[in-house]
């Protein structure tokens, strides 16, 4: 098979513009004329292995960066997006869509925004949100939808914020059953900070912070793994204030409410880094072969928290296997998701059906696996658990939820979970984004047709699904 042609025109002009230089001087770097890097940018020519090497050495730039096909992500949302039928019977072809999110992917996210934005004033003028409309918190969502992207196009993964966490967990000393009560003693000793662990007055409260006082309350009855996060998360506020600030700042968020959102999500973002610093974390990982339980042992953490931490490992020169991983709820809506891999999750509408995350509530306990393909051909190793979350005895709140952790199949054979299996020969179960865009014709579980192709209702003759696809 002939390699992969890297057309990166989009990220060669950002570099360029992020260095403040000329097409000239660009070419001067890369010891090239300054034609070709022009032709370079306007993907009319594709990357070289010694143009690649020579931004590397030049920019300091891991090379998996022009390599891996960024661009993935922004198809695949257009995709879904433009098989709306607002957009009528032409909907681009893949070839034209990849063109667009990798020539003019700022555009490409301009048109998702007002797609967004037509979905939300249509819905409600439908009546469809109406509900939603009389509540006074109904712009909550859209803020909620601003931060998911945020952090959905950083890869999930932010780098100063990540080095500060791993810089502030070597001073707390190795990892060990003892880091919790070092972690107290360290917000005593340099912020004046005060941690009770104590009963809560109100069943789901699980922290409150006296900014005034330094008095900070955590639920005694959250694990110890849950109690290291909460006081990390405030921790990371009040020290990396300044930087938190200047992330959230240029972000450019248009709704009022995700400023405040999104330096939540940061301060949780430096509170699992905190709890299993990148390197640290990215060394274990490999010795355990992704043993996700193994890994929670070692760092005192939880499921959840390991599969979250393992799909953020993506710091330049240093990543990990790319994973995704997302949070479930019992009516199937994904309340959290990520992706370092080509695998997204719908936007709209609900996640696929034959998705094994789904059956992972009648298998509580156990870790399931399965082997997928999606549409475009791309196979995974895909993982799913459940738990529940419980603040209290018997009357305390619960929360139950299915989780997912996945990578492709070229990665698959790093992972304990693939020792029994074949993954050349093993069947792979059909899997897509979601019903309204998914190409296949045949799928006995389609909740509803795809939005990009007609649909015929025969008289004669009844299958399973009511329809047949043209």
Not at 2 to 10: I, L, R, T
Not at 373 to 399: F, I, M, N
Not at 407 to 427: Q, R
Not at 452 to 458: D, E, F, K, N, T
Request: glycine share 6%; proline share 5%; net charge neutral.
């Amino acid at each position: 098979m002939a390699p992969k042609k890297v057309f990166a025109g989009a990220r060669l002009r950002a570099l360029r513009a992020q260095h403040r230089l000329t097409q000239a001087e660009l070419a001067t770097r890369l010891d090239i004329s300054a034609s070709y890097v022009n032709q370079l940018e306007a993907n009319q020519r594709p990357l070289t292995a010694s143009v690649m090497v020579a931004l590397a050495e030049s920019f300091n730039l891991d090379l998996t960066s022009l390599t891996s096909d960024a661009s993935d992500r922004l198809v695949i949302d257009l995709r879904e997006a433009l098989a709306d039928p607002v957009f009528g019977d032409a909907v681009p072809n893949l070839q034209e869509l990849k063109t667009v999110a990798t020539s003019a992917p700022d555009m490409a996210r301009a048109v998702l925004a007002l797609y967004g934005a037509y979905r939300k004033t249509n819905e409600t003028l439908a009546g469809m949100d109406a509900a939603l409309a009389r509540d006074p918190q109904s712009n909550v969502q859209t803020a909620y939808e601003e931060v998911r992207d945020f952090f959905h196009y950083a890869d999930n993964y932010v780098d100063p914020l990540d080095r500060a966490a791993e810089h502030l967990a070597g001073e707390l000393g190795e990892i060990g059953p003892d880091r919790l009560r070092r972690l107290i003693q360290y917000c005593a000793e340099m912020h004046n900070m005060r941690v009770t662990l104590a009963a809560p007055a109100h069943g789901d409260r699980m922290t409150e912070f006296d900014r005034k006082s330094g008095e900070l309350w955590v639920n005694a009855h959250l694990e110890p793994s849950s109690q290291f996060f909460q006081i990390a998360t405030v921790l990371g506020g009040l020290e990396q204030a300044s930087l938190l600030e200047t992330l959230l700042d240029g972000a450019n968020f248009q709704a009022p409410e995700a400023r405040p959102i999104a330096r939540m999500g940061l301060a949780n973002y430096f509170a699992g880094a905190l709890h299993m610093p990148y390197g640290a974390f990215l060394e274990a990982a490999a010795d355990y072969r992704f043993d996700i339980e193994e890994l929670a042992r070692v760092f005192g953490a939880s499921l959840e928290q390991v599969a979250h931490r393992l799909s953020t490992m993506q710091r330049p020169r240093e990543r990990g296997v790319p994973f995704f991983f997302a949070r479930v709820d019992a009516a199937g809506t994904i309340t959290k998701r990520h992706s370092a891999t080509a695998l997204q999750f719908a936007r709209f509408g609900g996640a696929c059906p034959l998705w094994n995350v789904h059956r992972a509530f009648e298998a509580h306990g156990q870790i399931i696996r399965q082997l997928a393909e999606t549409p475009d051909g791309k196979q995974y190793l895909c993982l799913a658990w459940s738990h529940e979350k419980r603040l209290g005895g018997y009357r305390g709140v619960t929360r139950r939820y299915a989780y997912a952790l996945g990578c492709e199949n070229t990665h698959a054979g790093k992972l304990v979970y693939a020792d029994d299996l074949d993954l050349t020969k093993a069947p792979f179960d059909p899997i897509g984004i979601s019903c309204r865009i998914c190409e296949r014709r045949n799928c006995p579980q389609r909740s509803v047709p795809p939005m990009a192709a007609g649909i015929s209702v025969p008289a004669d003759r009844r299958s399973v699904v009511p329809y047949e696809i043209g």
